[in-house]
């Protein structure tokens, strides 16, 4: 089943440039797909279409079946996005409150939403910390709440855009954790990155993006050979002629 | 970064963080209102009010103090100017002009009053969440006509949350700056130029990632934030409040 | 726009503590970030950031000139300069939405938005101390106009820079858009 649909999506910037051009995309529920390319191909663009915090140019983006310019809010709910920069995108004064957020503007009632907090915190390991103050959290910590805001929102897409820049070794088996822990549960994830690295061995689908486009689509072991052409490092692993392996073990 | 002001909120569970945030907005307002015009013993009073509040609260004193050193510097500066120009006989003569006795006290209690002042904001700042106080400014001016109070209450809350963003941004625009060697550079324009240029870039940008982050976790100005319920114990704080205020009225007009 | 206004409010806010040190002196950025508002948001959110800010204010925050706060404040001798902040906002606002990015209509929308701030404060001083005219003009007026001078080159060469970063289509720009939609 598809539970996200992209149609020839395209988006001219008012200054004239293009952002992306015509891109199809469909994810199947379930699936873990990793968008690779280097900086500026226009990653976090397209993101930035799948929950409608842009609109496209032309073209449709279909969650479920329901385009997204009908009910950008719902689509919001389906699809939590965790961002780029890790600072920014702290809402709340505490843990707690930063993880309610989401609830809080569905409208939940207060024992419904305290509920989903805890069980989301408890679910990136984060439960202890529900009093601090999220500013003082290190970087994968960071991350790790984002990734429980949107749970307890109930997404059933998550998209990570670069989830893993500035992030060292400890940070990043933490969050990659937490990701994998989602998709056991179900979730689809999108993950978008430029070092593929620490991800590919989880993922089932690998995505190149160049100048706006998808130049490459299909499973990691066919595309990773295509992969320096368009600017994104390829694993030392595959240069060696190994499988990667995960970075858990 | 925003960890390093003393103005962002200090989570805990002291007398001032469990008050309801309505109380604690009027009984802000009222005492700034009296603190600026209340005389040495009734400033005494609620200074030392204020300080075991801020105690109480958690807020680390020492960092607190050096937070506001800058702030310290602008209330010498205030102590001095009145010191020197308010008349009366000099105690000491530099130059011909000199603090005199009468100066120095009227300084000093200037100084005094804009510090708690001061202290008072900020231990309301560091109590209350952001969203407390959006839900405290909602109710407080719904029944004021011609305000539209849910969007000036959203501001409010955004106000709150941006203000540490900003200080501790530019201080760090500040010092890169100092460490370049900006201190050389004597044309004024200049320098205010390539401060706020910065800083409003910073500070423009972050806003930005700020509102798309809350808009990804489907944000409305209408959300189901926990009410409002005042206790008992609010009213008795309020009744304090007007106490002191009453005592130290009347310690002025002695 | 709601964001961006809040956020100038801030900015507002925030000036009466962020100083540039010239000679002696230091330069307090609040004035400076008024006209900004007015400059970078228009003639509707630019008075509507400075209401915000005074406002925060009134319910005694410690945001006016000089870390003070409180309604005592708007009633006492500098109150006319808080009030007029919000008239000159809206009018630098006017005048350089009409100026589009003419550097020379700015600088006299700023201008005559730093002559409305002393239009409203320095008759209301004259009222509050009962000082003469001349007398408050020589203390509430003449001894800034060097440093609005300054702030006012500043605020043309600033909005110039920061003016691409406030983008219509942003985030920020859209969200209360969408909340009401
Ligand atoms: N509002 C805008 N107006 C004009 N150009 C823009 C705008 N936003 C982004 N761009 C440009 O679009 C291109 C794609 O940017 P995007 O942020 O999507 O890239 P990215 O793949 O996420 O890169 P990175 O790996 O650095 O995050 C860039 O060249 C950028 O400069
Ligand atoms: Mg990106």
Redesign the pocket.
């Known amino acids: 089943m598809n539970i996200l649909e992209a149609d020839r999506l395209s988006h001219r910037?008012?200054?004239g440039?293009m952002?992306i051009h015509e891109i199809g995309l469909t994810l199947r529920k379930g699936s873990f797909t990793v968008l690779a390319?280097?900086?500026?191909?226009?990653?976090?663009?397209?993101l930035r279409h799948l929950n409608g915090l842009l609109m496209p140019t032309s073209g449709e983006v279909r969650i479920k079946g329901v385009p997204v310019r009908e009910d950008p809010r719902r689509a919001r709910r389906l699809v939590g996005m965790v961002f780029?920069d890790a600072d920014s995108q702290i809402v709340g004064e505490t843990v707690y409150d930063d993880a309610a957020f989401g609830p809080e503007n569905l409208k939940l009632d207060r024992r419904e939403i305290h509920r989903r907090v805890l069980a989301a915190l408890d679910a990136v390991g984060m439960s202890g910390l529900a009093g601090q103050r999220p500013h003082l959290l290190s970087g994968g910590e960071k991350r790790r709440l984002a990734i429980a805001g949107i749970l307890a929102m109930g997404s059933e897409v998550v998209i990570l855009?670069?989830p893993f820049s500035n992030l060292d070794y400890p940070g990043v088996r933490q969050v990659l954790g937490a990701i994998l822990d989602l998709h056991s549960r179900g979730r689809t994830i999108l993950l978008?990155t430029?070092d593929l690295e620490k991800t590919i061995a989880h993922a089932d689908r690998l995505l190149l993006?160049e100048k706006?486009r998808i130049v490459a689509d299909g499973r990691p072991g066919a595309v990773l050979g295509q992969t320096e052409r368009y600017g994104v490092r390829r694993p030392c692993a595959v240069r060696w002629g190994r499988a990667v392996e995960s970075w858990l073990n | 970064m925003a960890e390093l002001t003393a103005f962002g909120y200090h989570p805990g569970d002291s007398v001032l963080h469990r008050l309801d945030p309505r109380f604690k907005l009027v009984c802000l307002i009222a005492t700034s209102l009296t603190v600026l015009d209340s005389g040495m013993a009734a400033l005494g009073l609620w200074s030392a009010a204020c300080a075991i509040l801020l105690v109480k609260t958690g807020v680390s004193m020492p960092r607190l103090l050096r937070e506001l050193r800058y702030f310290g510097v602008l209330i010498l500066f205030v102590f001095v100017a009145r010191a020197f120009s308010a008349g009366g006989d000099p105690l000491v003569r530099f130059w011909g002009i000199g603090p005199s006795r009468q100066g120095m006290m009227e300084g000093a209690l200037v100084g005094w009053r804009l510090g708690l002042v001061v202290l008072l904001g900020l231990s309301l700042m560091a109590t209350t969440r952001s969203w407390q106080v959006k839900a405290a400014v909602e109710s407080l001016l719904r029944p004021v006509p011609f305000i539209p109070h849910k969007r000036a209450a959203t501001m409010i809350g955004l106000l709150f949350r941006f203000i540490p963003q900003i200080l501790s941004a530019a201080r760090e625009t500040a010092d890169a700056q100092k460490a370049r060697g900006i201190g050389n550079r004597r044309n004024p324009v200049f320098r205010l130029v390539k401060l706020a240029v910065p800083l409003l870039r910073k500070t423009f940008l972050d806003a930005d990632r700020l509102a798309a982050a809350m808009e990804a976790r489907c944000y409305t100005e209408d959300r189901s934030t926990p009410p409002l319920s005042a206790a008992a114990g609010d009213w008795s704080f309020l009744a304090a409040v007007c106490a002191l205020s009453a005592v130290a009225w009347v310690l002025s007009r002695l | 726009m709601t964001v961006y206004a809040a956020l100038m409010a801030a900015l507002i806010a925030a000036g009466a503590y962020i100083a540039v040190p010239v000679g002696p002196v230091p330069i307090v950025l609040q004035n400076m970030f008024v006209l900004l508002a007015g400059l970078l948001l228009g003639w509707r959110w630019g008075p509507a950031a400075v209401a915000v800010y005074l406002l925060a204010g009134v319910c005694g925050l410690p945001v006016f000139a000089g870390g003070t706060g409180g309604i005592g404040r708007l009633a006492g001798p500098t109150g006319g300069y808080l009030l007029g902040y919000l008239p000159a906002a809206a009018a630098v606002g006017w005048i350089s939405q009409r100026a589009e990015n003419r550097t020379f209509l700015d600088v006299a929308g700023l201008i005559v938005g730093t002559a409305i701030v002393y239009l409203c404060g320095v008759p209301w001083l004259k009222m509050v101390t009962g000082m003469s005219l001349s007398k408050s003009l020589a203390v509430g007026m003449v001894p800034f106009l060097l440093g609005d001078g300054l702030k006012i080159v500043a605020a043309a060469a600033i909005a110039k820079a920061i003016r691409p970063v406030i983008?219509k289509?942003?985030g920020a720009a859209a969200t209360h858009e969408y909340s009401r939609s």
């Open positions: 910037f008012p200054d440039s952002g390319g280097p900086n500026g191909s226009g990653k976090t663009t397209f780029q855009d670069e978008s430029h993006m706006g | 983008r289509d942003s």
